[in-house]
């Protein structure tokens, strides 16, 4: 993952699921929490350009199903994990299509760089686009 | 059995390398403990009473001599010499230094093993029948299915923070030996119309609120079945409780749910996820089945000339049973002397068993779930050479599947969880009924014993069972019976008040009596019990 991919990209402040599907219908960034469903923004991924995905505590794993589910409807904005975002599990949270992280506590970007490019495999396709080996071994 | 290739070592190596970042991270105060336990969790490192503790995942509870080797090694450097085999088939180490923790893992990777997810809210190590690839009864071997899962499963990056802890267990005969139904997913390999498929149990469980896993899909082909359990995984990862610990398995919210709700979500789920090509292609399927292609068999001799043993023979009948291939039988191990500790081998122990392994079985061995060894591929010739030399390490107890051979969790002695002992209970129970003749006259009786209510010792499934409360400060021992892990999966019911340690060994003896007075020919205990019910039990032990 390039440094670039590490930023904040989009300054919008981004509006609850609840606004975004009633009142706000022009925004074009929205947050979920971590109980909301993501499939409520599938008929709307063409006008999204970032998706904030809340992580209440590191133990919370719902976000990671989130953005899967977005990424696999073709979501190609930016999606943000935001909140309680510990480096160990950066790579996960890549993997599942997150591509921006505003995380409550300071990230130490070395430790960062560790995480993220210590495997050179993975067993499983997911939304990272990475090869698993399955398909490395059989083409 | 499966061997890895440059892939499989590149990860295990480079989980070596994390791990040990996170252990510095952690001892240089960069992370807090609260931080670093998932990490650690997943790396099997629980903190006890007295020590860390390491799980060391042995996949369906497969290993080969060196891979044995090595747990003794790691028992004698960096432990006391000691290791305690698991009811998931894993082995885990009490005493260990968390500094020293990374070399342990270092150590493993030599041999292709690791401690990936015996622990914390992920994926478990996928469970199966110790006699898979052996058993006379087998439609396949459950094996080839776990190992593809057990990739699937690994570092899983969408089911790596679950609500809880998640088992897998994988079987492929009617009859069943790793208690399936009662694993979050539980899968038994049937044939239909020529074609091997999965029926998919899921939502069973022991703990606080022990549940039977119903069926959910009667047929998945291997084509399917990463995509089918991805799915089931899915719905849980999403609408799993998450708001108490005590309610966050897969079990509750298929409760809540109900079954056919579940299913419903799991299909719709399914759909999404079967076009995303995460299945592996048939040429994957198709590697790892000749990984686990049957050993050769030799030509087998006629069994050695020796005079006749009444202790042999024992053991013979009660821990062997047979192969599919002819003149082969299968060894089961018995980890339960009189007055031991259930599960626990010396480090000298677990070398001669792999040394037998090498040189007897193909050099294969197995962990049960009921904490035993076994030797799967002994030609029935060389039955009395491995015995004898079994005998001589202090490994032939002749008691598989009888009232000695219990089922016990760490308890209060190691866990830091546990309201009661339970190694001590075990000890006494297995001393009152040392004598060998009394114990086979009693037939099968699964004794399981468990030192609080998260039910690590299985007592739900025990045909007798024990659970450790603690009352007022004191260790209290409830009685439990009529529970099977087996293909007949029944929960154990509470017979009423509980029992002090030495009462609790007592009401034990009462039930086994009632027993012996009241059963009809053929009957084991647990079908005594079926047939009449608490009643006459209850009297015996209250009346």
């Known amino acids: ?135 490395l071994r059989h083409g | 059995m499966y061997k890895y290739d440059q892939y499989d070592q590149s990860i295990v190596d480079a989980r070596v390398e994390e791990f040990r970042d996170q252990v510095k991270r952690r001892l240089a105060g960069q992370i807090t403990e609260d931080q670093f336990k998932p990490l650690r969790l997943m790396n099997g490192l629980y903190l006890q009473l007295h020590a860390y503790m390491l799980r060391v995942a042995v996949p369906y509870g497969t290993l080969d001599g060196a891979q044995m080797r090595m747990l003794g090694h790691i028992a004698r450097k960096y432990d006391r010499g000691y290791g305690h085999f698991t ?40 469970s199966s029948d110790q006699f898979a690839g052996a058993a006379a009864d087998e439609v396949a071997d459950p094996r080839v299915w776990a190992e593809l899962l057990r990739q699937w499963s690994t570092f899983h990056p969408e089911f790596s923070y679950l609500p809880r802890k998640f088992k897998i267990a994988v079987i492929a005969a009617d009859e069943d030996r790793a208690a399936m139904r009662l694993h979050d997913i539980g899968i038994q390999l049937i044939e239909r119309d020529g074609v091997l498929g999965g029926r998919i149990f899921v939502g069973g469980g022991m703990g606080r609120t022990p549940m039977i896993a119903p069926e959910i899909k009667d047929f998945v082909t291997a084509d399917d079945l990463l995509s089918y359990v991805e799915a089931c995984l899915r719905v849980y990862n999403r609408y799993g409780r998450r708001d ?58 006629p069994q050695a000339d020796t005079a006749p043993n009444p202790v042999f023979d024992a053991w013979r009948a009660q821990n062997t049973v047979a192969h599919k291939q002819p003149g082969y039988a299968i060894v089961t191990i018995s980890l339960k002397p009189t007055g031991g500790i259930p599960g626990d081998a ?29 030797l799967p591929h002994v030609a029935v010739s060389d039955l009395h050479h491995v015995w004898s030399a079994l005998d001589a390490a202090g490994l032939a107890p002749a008691n598989v599947d009888l009232i000695s051979d219990i089922i016990a969790c760490p308890g209060l002695d190691y866990c830091s969880l546990a309201n009661a002992r339970s190694i001590p209970v075990a000890q006494k129970i297995a001393t009152r009924f040392a004598d060998p003749e009394r114990q086979r006259d009693l037939g099968e009786l699964k004794l399981k014993i468990s030192g609080c209510i998260n039910a690590c010792g299985h007592h739900h499934a025990g045909h007798i069972g024990i659970l450790g409360v603690d009352k007022k400060g004191t260790e209290n021992y409830q009685l439990l019976l009529g529970g099977s892990g087996a293909e007949d999966t029944s929960l154990a019911r509470i017979t009423g008040p509980g029992f002090s340690e030495d009462g609790i060994v007592d009401a034990v003896e009462t039930v086994t009596n009632v027993y012996l007075e009241k059963r009809e020919a053929g009957e084991r205990f647990l079908d005594t019990y079926r047939r009449l019910g608490m009643d006459p039990f209850k009297e015996a032990l209250y009346g």
């Open chain 1, 1 to 135: 993952m390039d440094k670039s991919a590490m930023s904040i990209g989009s300054d919008e402040p981004a509006v609850t699921l609840d606004a975004f599907l009633e009142d706000q219908t022009n925004a074009t960034a929205v947050r979920l929490e971590a109980g909301e469903d993501a499939r409520a923004l599938l008929p709307h991924l063409d006008r999204i350009a970032l998706v904030e995905i809340s992580f209440p505590s590191f133990r919370d794993g719902r976000g990671y199903s989130a953005a899967r589910i977005l990424r696999e409807a073709g979501y190609k904005g930016e999606l943000r994990a935001q909140g309680d975002v510990l480096v160990d599990q950066m790579l996960f949270m890549k993997r599942c299509g997150f591509d921006s992280f505003a995380p409550e506590a300071e990230i130490d970007a070395a430790t960062l760089e560790a995480a993220l490019t210590r495997y050179d495999h993975v067993y499983q396709k997911a939304a990272d686009g990475q090869v698993p080996v399955w398909k």
């Open chain 2, 346 to 374: 010396t480090a000298d122990q677990i070398d001669v068993m792999a040394d037998l392994a090498e040189r007897f079985s193909s050099n294969e061995l197995r962990v049960t779930h009921a904490q035993n060894i076994v």
């Open chain 2, 244 to 301: 108490n610990i005590y309610k966050a398995r897969i079990k509750i919210l298929i409760h809540e749910l109900g079954a056919d709700e579940y299913r419903r979500q799991v299909e719709e789920e399914f759909v999404a996820v079967k076009a995303l090509g995460l299945d592996p292609p048939k040429a994957e399927f198709d590697r790892i089945t000749k990984m686990f292609a049957p050993p050769a068999f030799a030509a087998v001799g």
């Open chain 2, 87 to 126: 009811t998931r088939q894993n082995i885990q180490y009490n005493w260990i230094k968390l500094s020293e923790a990374p070399d342990i893992l270092a150590e493993l990777a030599t041999v292709e093993m690791h401690a990936i997810q015996t622990s914390g809210n992920c994926i478990r190590n996928i």
